[in-house]
């Protein structure tokens, strides 16, 4: 089985072209470190990997896209080219946490956090990978200790446990993180946001005159 | 023959449309599906970017999907894909770049990323045909006041002029909200304006000066003219007639409007007159426009109110226009450009 990853959850612009045939094999990959350009760059870097196998959008079997939690307007760059892949190619697109994919595959307890912006950071706890509670958005402070750090390096002075030094989902911990979804129907493909858009009712409206 | 799926989303509304483009240039509407966030911003008084955000991703797949059923096509009939790529809300245009961007890729045809503005000039194509050579367009929506000189919907367009503040329809729902009327404001405040005085009150026509730019607009001081107007009315203790106060606002935005594109198309030496935009539907705008362009002997051309809203079949449109005339496609490492320039028709 021939499996597109992507992920645009993070400042990094990832997919990767995946085989899935007992072992999971990485074929080729793009990662781009650009919080700024996942809309220019998601669809070159996934036509760039799938041409480095020889292989064209036809050949895909399956579509692993990250759902973040991210911050919103890039994480919807990749979840918008993944679901018209999807409708276009008639596959599937399976959704993943994208905490999920970067905890997959690790050993022993794990913080895995994402940069939120507004000094906040998205994140959740692991143990051999598999999650232990649900992701949650808030401030460094307030965060779980852990052994172990994965995700954004963002506010070491206070996370102050040793970094795993992975830093973005990889397409490998993106389709690892689906196993056991891959060969049931797809999930819905919703986002992860975790908080609320920013708008407020108006109050009263402001006079233009004095009273 | 060419098939172009157009998309849109650079503001409240998921367009997909899909246009036929017939070997004698003719271009036909298959398809025009559209999924509207505007309830959801109602409570907000305007558009908030984050929640159409939302409604974009939410809304574009099956809003396509829609396109190509009503159109009675395949996805892989498809033989272009064109999608607005500016100007907009960022967050907005990315999403449907992005799909725009997968669906070429996908179905292996060019991308044309293109400018929503001369999209709304396309739009009147679908209805009306062919466009003559140079034409003038007037597009008044909340998002845009614009006069522009068309001289090829495919390449040549300029601005002739623009709002320097708020666009018209902008001014619509704020002077709306000062009248404890709906959002958005055009439909309430065209119903209310239906039984009012349109020369009730004189409110000022802004950039009517004699040294004023003679093509640009400006509704920021109509509105904070209504609302003092209105906060005097209430500290005197008078009941408020909204049914004036919005006829006589409706005027002051529609003489200045016609007046000004009229003027203009006279100047320029222009014979025909595209009015197009969400506003168009506006009974008293359109009303003056075909009263003075008739005086003037101009051609007035305005589409049916569902293609003068932001909508996917005026890309689409647009997008047949520009494999008409063999415009280069896109790249595929296209973006999104909120600020895109009027005279940029596609990237
Ligand atoms: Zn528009």
């Keep these: 089985m021939l499996v597109l990853a992507l992920d645009t959850a993070t400042p990094a612009v990832t997919a990767g072209v995946v085989t899935l045939n007992g072992d999971l094999e990485v074929l080729a990959e793009r990662v781009t470190v650009d919080a700024r350009a996942h809309g220019e760059l998601l669809t070159p870097h996934l036509l760039a990997a799938l041409a480095d196998t020889g292989r064209t959008l036809a050949d895909v079997d399956a579509i692993v896209c990250g759902i973040g939690p991210g911050p919103f307007t890039g994480l919807r760059a990749g979840m918008a080219t993944a679901a018209a892949l999807g409708h276009a190619l008639g596959i599937p697109v399976h959704p993943v946490c994208t905490l999920d994919a970067i905890a997959a595959g690790t050993e022993g307890p794990l913080l895995v956090t994402t940069d939120a912006r507004r000094k906040e950071l998205y994140w959740a706890t692991y143990d051999d990978g598999a999650r232990v509670t649900s992701p949650a958005v808030g401030p460094p402070a307030t965060l779980p200790a852990a052994p172990a750090r994965a995700g954004t390096t963002l506010y070491g002075d206070v996370l102050t446990m040793p970094h795993t030094g992975v830093e973005h989902p990889s397409p490998a911990g993106l389709v690892r993180a689906a196993t056991g979804q891959l060969d049931r129907p797809a999930r819905p493909l919703v986002p992860m946001y975790l908080r609320r858009p920013d708008a407020t009712v108006p109050g009263t409206r402001k006079r233009v005159t004095t009273p | ?347």
């Design chain 2, 1 to 347: 023959m060419s098939l172009v799926l157009g998309i849109e989303s650079s503001c409240d509304e998921t367009g997909a449309g899909i246009a036929k483009l017939h070997p004698d240039g003719r271009i036909e509407l298959l398809a025009d599906e559209v999924a509207s966030s505007v309830e959801l911003h109602a409570r907000f008084g305007g558009v908030v970017p984050e929640v159409a955000s939302r409604a974009h991703l939410e809304a574009m797949v099956p809003t396509v999907t829609r396109a190509v059923t009503k159109a009675g096509v395949e996805l892989g009939d498809l033989d272009a894909v064109a999608v607005t790529c500016g100007p907009g809300l960022a967050g907005a245009l990315l999403v449907g770049v992005s799909a725009a961007k997968a669906y070429a890729a996908a179905l292996n045809v060019p991308l044309y990323g293109v400018n929503h503005l001369p999209g709304h000039v396309a739009a009147d194509t679908l209805q009306h045909g062919l466009l003559p050579s140079p034409c003038l367009a007037l597009l008044v929506s909340g998002g845009h006041t614009q006069l522009l000189r068309v001289d090829d919907l495919a390449g040549k367009i300029t601005e002739v002029g623009s709002t320097i503040d708020d666009a018209a329809g902008e001014a619509y729902d704020k002077v709306a909200r000062i009248l404890g009327l709906p959002y958005p404001g055009g439909p309430p405040i065209d119903k209310a304006a239906a039984k009012g005085d349109p020369e009730a009150i004189r409110f000022p026509r802004g950039l009517t000066g004699p040294r004023d730019a003679p093509f640009d607009f400006s509704f920021s001081g109509l509105k904070t003219a209504v609302a003092r107007w209105v906060e005097h009315r209430e500290r005197d203790g008078l009941p408020v007639p909204v049914e004036d106060v919005a006829a006589s606002f409706q005027e002051a935005v529609a003489d200045v409007l016609t007046a000004k594109a009229v003027r203009a198309a006279n100047e320029l030496g222009i014979g025909t007159m595209v009015l197009s935009g969400g506003v168009a539907a506006n009974s008293r705008l359109s009303g003056l426009a075909a009263q003075r362009c008739a005086e003037a002997g101009i051609e007035l051309r305005v589409p049916r109110p569902r293609l003068c809203t932001d909508n996917g079949a005026m890309i689409a449109a647009l997008g047949a226009h520009l494999v008409a005339a063999g415009t280069r496609p896109s790249a595929l490492d296209l973006s999104a450009d909120p600020a895109l320039p009027v005279g940029t028709v596609s990237v």
